[in-house]
């Protein structure tokens, strides 16, 4: 997971979301308002096409679910609350369902600062507070599926860092730009820039003939 901002709202959210979330009301939450492409695709653009909890990319003709923050069982009026709306992929999505603690709110991208709540180890994720472990834990942020994608991102990252460390001029400028986009836009965000800095950190303090090389 890592830090998203909420980008404005589509026009016809804006100029719908009143009567929409009252046909969804009077209908007994039988409607699907927040189902429209400027939706999905506004959604799309604030996560990268990414779950917005675990970071997996998804596939750009289907984009995921959209995601009520706040489930829509428990706060029916928030339906198409724009503040409220994110991607989640659906193995996130089914996981958190309609489980809402007010106690122990799941940690939210766009309003908690991620590094209070969870931290990153290489393909792992560590609760660092009790909303980061629930998170955690109702999530299965660390399944067996998740982590091996990590992993296999991770591998990838370290094959483009050793490639860039070891060429130069007009090949290394390409792999310089490629491990920039898989930094702000691959998948695991969070887990590849932890990994870099880490292992930037690594080198820096293995002497300075290799201090400069990213
Ligand atoms: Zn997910």
Redesign the pocket.
């Known amino acids: 997971m890592r830090q998203l901002e909420k980008s404005a709202a589509p026009d016809s959210l804006k100029e719908n979301a009143e009567r929409w979330t009252a046909r969804y009301l009077e209908s007994g939450q039988r409607t699907r308002p927040w189902a429209i492409d400027a939706i999905k695709q506004a959604l799309a653009s604030e996560t990268a096409g990414k ?1 917005a ?4 990319k998804m596939l750009a003709v289907s984009y995921g679910d959209i995601e009520h923050f706040r489930p829509k069982r428990i706060f029916p009026e928030l339906v198409v609350e724009w503040a409220n709306l994110t991607l ?2 659906s ?2 999505n089914q996981a958190k369902g309609a489980k809402w603690d007010p106690a122990l709110p799941f940690v939210n991208p766009y309003e908690d600062a991620i590094q209070e709540h969870l931290s990153f180890l290489g393909p792992l994720v560590f609760g660092v507070s009790d909303r980061g472990d629930y998170t955690l834990n109702e ?1 299965e942020l660390n399944d067996s599926h998740r982590v091996e994608a990590r992993d296999r991102t991770l591998r990838e990252i370290e094959g483009l860092l050793r490639r860039y460390e070891s060429s130069q001029g007009y090949t290394r400028d390409r792999l310089g730009e490629l491990i920039d986009l898989q930094m702000q836009s691959g998948d695991f965000t969070a887990a590849v820039l932890t990994y870099v800095r880490t292992r930037k950190a690594a080198i820096n303090l293995s002497g300075p003939q290799t201090a400069n090389t990213m």
């Open positions: 779950c909890y675990c970071e997996a989640a992929c193995r996130c999530l």
